[in-house]
């Protein structure tokens, strides 16, 4: 997968012409009226922006080729306004869909001359309004002035982030290939989950209408009780029958999903291969890092941030005296449970990880009663706000879910399918009590624009305090063996194959080779070292992190990036300089898990790789250090590793790679006294 991805950006950096000429057409097009709809601009500045981070494109150009697209389009659009005006209504799709232009004229008439910067970020008046501007004879001058003006702020606000994305992404990618895969799952969870939200708002009304013709056919064709339940759905003085059809749509498809996943579960379909891979999958990309921030976002689905936010919707509904919708609010949290959990012990499906043996997981009861609480929340709020707030409000509710459901898959408390099988359930639910609640209460509510920010205070108080009192640690962390022991012959004979040769990252793919297998205290290792010219690695701290944007920077000043083998980051950094100021060498260890006895105790074995890194500046303003592949492992290892030579007491092969033996004194001995001879 890492060879894929830097094959991809190498030949990106070889086509920079072409990837110029895709920003300055989708700039271009975009802009341009009815086909701009249909042209994804701002995600290609975002995708543009990304390969700028990652040293693909240059910034410069990507800036001046997005502005000129930009500049380009809104002046055709206004030419095309200007040339036809009154025949623009006769025209497709103008003639079909009149309340399109009618709303770029009503926000050019409330903003005047500033609706063509602000439209520039409306995505349905993007190409409409210059169309408008030319039509109402605005000032080719003015006009153009403010043009520019927009695409100059256009342009870097759909880049940049672009940018920051990319330049992030290469810097985990030189920690580990692992955080890469993190940060893209984690941006297209939030991404997909938003745009989703907006596309299901914006076709609303659509589907809505269109079930409602074949509701009303199917109505007029049964006369009896089903037929007057359809007939006052579709009654047009009814309030909320949008909502009505729009939530009995929900109850049939999650329904539908539910039984898909269940009959799946209950025959071993092909569905539950895909459990085993997409668990061994998170299994293989899993950090200490990931899995700690993992554990902090499943707070958000915790017993005391759910409990939180009931006791939060009920003393509002009791604000608002609807005593009904807290009946309905809490029916739906305990039936649901009590619903779930006689499903789970009629299946008996275990967990995949181990240690929750005496759990069942189908459906997921964690994943239901998050879908429970932030559904009919989200429900409850999306009636009491804007259009916007409202999209933003489901957009969220989606995310949590998702990030709770992801948490749980990755530490193996449920499978892929059980998580899928909970939220189809509980959304089923949820829609069902939503149905109820209108079809019990069909005026809108007031409004309570307000009331998400209290939300919002309410999880965010009770995950800071979570995290606060006590560090959430993953379910399935558990102590770890005590290490191995064996004694100092035994490790130079035989037992020092037990360790790698090479570092891995992901699947078993080979990084630095270990050149190094050293048996010592921690103090003891950093004594010699540092006696020998090394110094301990910069900290990634907020000062050092600010070194990697500057502009004259030597290789020693950068903060030292750990790296991970297997998923566990190296514990010991030292690092110093190379032959110049742009090149270091840098020493990582690792804990193998093992202990030699060099009589007088126990002492802890460790791992090592030299690295020769060399400084590079593959986007402006990222500086970033690679590791120089050119060096020869047994060059580097007698390079860098000079001086160290009282300490070894063995050298073998490992496959190629030539790995020395090192013991280390006690701390309170000499570091140049040797405790064995070398061989």
Same mark, same amino acid.
């Given at each position: 997968?890492?060879?894929? #991805?830097?094959?991809?950006?190498?030949?990106?950096?070889?086509?920079?012409?072409?990837?110029?000429?895709?920003?300055?057409? $989708?700039?271009?097009?975009?802009?341009?009226?009815?086909?701009?709809?249909?042209?994804?601009?701002?995600? $290609?500045?975002?995708?543009?922006?990304?390969?700028?981070?990652?040293?693909?494109?240059?910034?410069?150009?990507?800036?001046? +080729?997005?502005?000129?697209?930009?500049?380009?389009?809104?002046?055709?659009?206004?030419?095309?306004?200007?040339?036809?005006?009154?025949?623009?209504?006769?025209? +497709?799709?103008?003639?079909?869909?009149?309340?399109?232009?009618?709303?770029?004229?009503?926000?050019?008439?409330?903003?005047?001359?500033?609706?063509?910067?602000?439209?520039?970020?409306?995505?349905?008046? *993007?190409?409409?309004?210059?169309?408008?501007?030319?039509?109402?004879?605005?000032?080719?001058?003015?006009? #153009?002035?403010?043009?520019?003006? %927009?695409?100059?702020?256009?342009?870097?606000?759909?880049?940049?982030?672009?940018?920051?994305?990319?330049? %992030?992404?290469?810097?985990?990618?030189?920690?580990?290939?692992?955080?890469?895969?993190?940060?893209?799952?984690?941006?297209?969870?939030?991404?997909?989950?938003?745009?989703?939200?907006?596309?299901?708002?914006?076709?609303?009304?659509?589907?809505?209408?269109?079930?409602?013709?074949?509701?009303?056919?199917?109505?007029?064709?049964?006369?009896?009780? !089903?037929?007057?339940?359809?007939?006052?759905?579709?009654?047009?003085?009814?309030?909320?029958?949008?909502?009505? !059809?729009?939530?009995?749509?929900?109850?049939?498809?999650?329904?539908?999903?539910?039984?898909?996943?269940?009959?799946?579960?209950?025959?071993?379909?092909?569905?539950?291969?895909?459990?085993?891979?997409? #668990?061994?999958?998170?299994?293989?990309?899993?950090?200490?890092?990931?899995?700690?921030? =993992?554990?902090?976002?499943?707070?958000?689905?915790?017993?005391?941030?759910?409990?939180?936010?009931?006791?939060?919707?009920?003393?509002?509904?009791?604000?608002?005296? *609807? +005593?009904?919708?807290?009946? &309905?609010?809490?029916?739906?949290?305990?039936?649901?449970?009590?619903?779930?959990?006689?499903?789970?012990?009629?299946?008996?499906?275990?967990? @995949?990880?181990?240690?929750?043996?005496?759990?069942?997981?189908? @459906?997921?009861?964690?994943?239901?009663?998050?879908?429970?609480?932030?559904?009919?929340?989200?429900?409850?709020?999306?009636?009491?706000?804007?259009?916007?707030?409202?999209?933003?409000?489901?957009?969220?509710?989606?995310?949590?879910?998702?990030?709770?459901?992801? $948490?749980?898959?990755?530490?193996?408390? &449920?499978?892929?399918?059980? $998580?899928?099988?909970?939220?189809?359930?509980?959304?089923?639910?949820?829609?069902?009590?939503?149905?109820?609640?209108?079809?019990?209460?069909?005026?809108?509510?007031?409004?309570?624009?307000?009331?998400?920010?209290?939300?919002?205070?309410?999880?965010?108080?009770?995950?800071?305090?979570?995290?606060?009192?006590?560090?959430?640690?993953?379910?399935?962390?558990?102590?770890?063996?005590?290490?191995?022991?064996?004694?100092?012959?035994?490790?130079?004979?035989?037992?020092?194959?037990?360790?790698?040769? &090479?570092?891995?990252?992901?699947?078993?793919?080979?990084?630095?080779?270990?050149?190094?297998?050293?048996?010592?205290?921690?103090?003891?290792?950093?004594?010699?070292?540092?006696?020998?010219? +090394?110094?301990?690695?910069?900290?990634?701290?907020?000062? %050092?992190?600010?070194?990697?944007?500057?502009?004259?920077?030597?290789?020693?000043?950068?903060?030292? =990036?750990?790296?991970?083998?297997?998923?566990?980051?190296?514990?010991?950094?030292?690092?110093?300089?190379?032959?110049? *100021?742009?090149? /270091? &060498?840098?020493?990582?260890?690792?804990?193998?898990?093992?202990?030699?006895?060099?009589?007088?105790?126990?002492?802890?074995?460790?791992?090592?790789?030299?690295?020769?890194? *060399?400084?590079?500046?593959?986007?402006? @303003?990222?500086?970033?250090? /690679?590791?120089?592949?050119?060096?020869? @492992? !047994?060059?580097?290892?007698?390079?860098?590793?000079?001086?160290?030579?009282?300490?070894?007491?063995?050298?073998?092969?490992?496959?190629?790679?030539?790995? %020395?033996?090192?013991?280390?004194?006690?701390?309170?001995?000499?570091?140049?006294?040797?405790?064995?001879?070398?061989?």
């Amino acid at each position: 997968m890492e060879h894929a #991805y830097i094959h991809l950006l190498h030949l990106l950096a070889g086509h920079a012409s072409w990837m110029l000429a895709v920003v300055f057409l $989708a700039a271009f097009l975009e802009a341009i009226a009815v086909i701009g709809t249909f042209i994804p601009g701002s995600t $290609a500045m975002f995708l543009a922006g990304a390969l700028t981070g990652t040293g693909s494109l240059s910034l410069g150009w990507v800036f001046a +080729w997005a502005i000129l697209g930009a500049i380009a389009g809104d002046g055709m659009s206004f030419w095309i306004g200007a040339r036809y005006k009154e025949r623009i209504v006769n025209l +497709w799709p103008f003639r079909t869909h009149p309340e399109v232009l009618d709303a770029g004229q009503r926000f050019f008439v409330k903003h005047g001359t500033k609706s063509v910067v602000l439209a520039r970020f409306i995505g349905p008046l *993007r190409a409409i309004v210059p169309v408008v501007a030319g039509m109402m004879d605005m000032p080719p001058l003015r006009f #153009y002035a403010i043009n520019v003006l %927009s695409a100059l702020l256009w342009a870097p606000a759909h880049i940049l982030p672009g940018v920051v994305f990319g330049a %992030s992404v290469l810097l985990a990618g030189a920690v580990s290939f692992r955080l890469v895969v993190i940060i893209a799952m984690l941006v297209c969870i939030v991404w997909l989950s938003f745009r989703g939200a907006g596309f299901l708002v914006a076709h609303a009304n659509a589907w809505s209408s269109a079930a409602g013709r074949r509701l009303g056919d199917w109505a007029c064709r049964h006369p009896g009780p !089903l037929g007057r339940i359809a007939r006052r759905m579709l009654d047009p003085d009814t309030p909320d029958a949008t909502h009505l !059809l729009v939530t009995s749509l929900i109850v049939l498809v999650a329904g539908a999903l539910f039984f898909g996943v269940l009959e799946d579960v209950v025959s071993g379909d092909p569905l539950t291969a895909v459990d085993l891979s997409v #668990y061994h999958f998170l299994q293989s990309v899993r950090t200490p890092w990931g899995d700690a921030v =993992l554990a902090g976002l499943a707070t958000l689905g915790s017993g005391l941030t759910l409990t939180a936010l009931i006791v939060t919707v009920a003393l509002w509904m009791m604000w608002e005296r *609807r +005593w009904h919708t807290i009946g &309905y609010w809490l029916a739906a949290v305990a039936f649901s449970q009590l619903l779930i959990v006689a499903l789970q012990l009629a299946m008996r499906r275990a967990p @995949p990880n181990e240690l929750m043996t005496s759990h069942y997981v189908f @459906p997921s009861n964690h994943v239901a009663a998050t879908v429970i609480v932030y559904g009919f929340l989200a429900f409850l709020l999306a009636r009491r706000v804007g259009k916007l707030e409202g999209v933003l409000v489901a957009g969220a509710s989606i995310i949590v879910v998702i990030l709770v459901a992801l $948490a749980g898959v990755s530490f193996g408390r &449920y499978w892929v399918s059980d $998580a899928i099988g909970g939220a189809a359930l509980a959304y089923a639910w949820v829609a069902i009590v939503a149905l109820t609640a209108i079809w019990r209460h069909p005026h809108p509510p007031p409004q309570r624009r307000f009331m998400p920010l209290v939300v919002g205070a309410v999880v965010l108080t009770s995950v800071g305090v979570q995290l606060g009192v006590a560090r959430p640690a993953p379910p399935d962390s558990a102590p770890r063996p005590a290490p191995v022991r064996f004694t100092q012959a035994q490790w130079q004979q035989s037992e020092w194959r037990r360790l790698p040769c &090479y570092r891995s990252d992901m699947g078993g793919d080979r990084k630095e080779p270990f050149t190094l297998q050293w048996a010592g205290e921690p103090a003891a290792l950093r004594g010699q070292l540092l006696a020998q010219g +090394w110094v301990e690695g910069t900290d990634v701290s907020a000062h %050092s992190l600010l070194s990697l944007a500057s502009p004259d920077v030597a290789a020693v000043a950068l903060p030292v =990036l750990p790296k991970l083998n297997n998923g566990v980051p190296s514990t010991l950094v030292f690092m110093r300089p190379g032959d110049s *100021r742009e090149e /270091r &060498y840098v020493l990582r260890f690792w804990p193998s898990g093992y202990t030699v006895d060099t009589g007088n105790a126990a002492a802890p074995l460790w791992i090592g790789a030299f690295a020769h890194e *060399r400084l590079t500046r593959p986007s402006w @303003p990222l500086n970033l250090l /690679r590791i120089d592949r050119q060096t020869r @492992p !047994l060059d580097l290892s007698a390079r860098a590793g000079a001086g160290l030579a009282a300490t070894r007491v063995g050298e073998v092969d490992c496959h190629g790679v030539p790995v %020395s033996l090192l013991v280390s004194p006690p701390a309170s001995l000499p570091a140049s006294l040797p405790v064995a001879p070398a061989l």
